[in-house]
């Protein structure tokens, strides 16, 4: 079975970061935002991770709702 492919995308200034991974990724997406978070050359800075972290979470939780029996 093949995984389903999950996206979250930031617009900032005039940067697009579009992050797209499988799903069960997400602690490898997560490390990507504070590689570029701490990147001083990047203008993706901690604020940023923290958004799309809580989005990521958002979304998770979404899917173990529709997942549970009722």
Do not use: C
Request: without cysteine.
């Amino acid at each position: 079975m093949q995984a389903t492919m999950q996206q979250l995308s930031l617009v900032k200034g005039g940067h697009r970061y579009v992050f797209r991974y499988p799903s069960g990724g997400e602690a490898d997406v997560i490390g990507a935002f504070a590689s570029l978070a701490s990147d001083p050359a990047s203008n993706f800075d901690w604020f940023d991770a923290a958004v799309l972290s809580y989005q990521m979470g958002r979304r998770l939780e979404l899917e173990l709702d529709r997942s549970e029996p009722r």
